[in-house]
């Protein structure tokens, strides 16, 4: 059973207009969600992440909102650009062992966003 | 700073062999992750090393195995290899910190492939 789920596969947008990205997840054990972005033949690269405590944290043109009633997140990307187009992951964890720095991250299976110049 | 580093890069097997996968991590790094990334089910954690112990273990049969050795670097291995193993496998190292929370810096892959 999925725990996080990306439900769009793929999302096109104009470069200069909001992109946004949606998660949902199932397990209610996560506190803390990350978004990563992935180039082909790259790693994954951190992107932003938020606390279960938080209901939006802010880095630049990115935006992470957590609505933990609906078990959604979102990612909005203000404004878009070319070089935003990639695949977007949404991730969720929880403390394994607390303060130790140990955690497993559930993915969902990403966004392809393509920023149309 | 260098980066978590994977080799081999691209890999082709035959089905039944064994593979073996390296992980380098980024300097000061002591927390190594593995996970695979197929297109059907995405990226799927394999399992965590801490100090030469595994502390945490994903949903894989026990043909997938690792290691970590004292200075942080990792392996892991497939045997009895199948065409389902086919994937790119991702690690990821991190830092201890304070929090429980940090950062996963991920390595470009190794991408295997079962024939």
């Known amino acids: 059973d999925q725990q996080v789920k990306q439900n769009s596969p793929s999302l096109s947008v104009q470069e200069g207009r909001i992109s946004i990205l949606n998660c949902d997840y199932t397990?209610?054990?996560?506190?803390?969600f990350l978004w990563y972005k992935k180039y082909p033949a790259e790693g994954p690269t951190f992107l932003i992440s938020i606390s279960s405590i938080k209901d939006k944290n802010e880095d630049g043109r990115f935006t992470v909102f957590l609505n933990k009633s609906a078990k959604h997140l979102s990612l909005h990307i203000v404004p878009s650009q070319p070089g935003d187009s990639a695949v977007y992951f949404c991730a969720a964890t929880q403390d394994t062992y607390s303060g130790a720095g140990s955690y497993q991250l559930t993915f969902g299976k990403g966004t392809k966003l393509s920023v149309i110049p | 700073k260098a980066g978590v580093t994977q080799t081999p890069r691209y890999l082709i097997k035959t089905r039944g062999q064994q593979v073996t996968l390296s992980c380098s991590p980024i300097?000061?790094?002591?927390?190594v992750s593995w996970y695979q990334q197929t297109p059907g089910q995405g990226l799927q954690f394999l399992f965590e090393?801490?100090?030469?112990?595994?502390?945490n273990k994903g949903n894989f049969p026990g043909r997938f195995s690792g290691r970590q050795f004292s200075n942080s670097r990792s392996e892991m291995n497939v045997s009895t290899l199948e065409l389902g193993d086919s994937a790119l496998y991702l690690c990821?190292?991190?830092?201890?910190?304070?929090?429980?929370?940090?950062?996963?810096?991920f390595g470009p892959g190794t991408r295997l492939t079962v024939l």
């Open positions: 397990n209610s054990m996560f506190d803390y």
């Open positions: 090393y801490f100090s030469e112990t595994q502390r």
């Open positions: 990821a190292s991190s830092k201890p910190g304070t929090g429980p929370y940090n950062e996963q810096f």
């Open positions: 300097s000061g790094h002591r927390s």
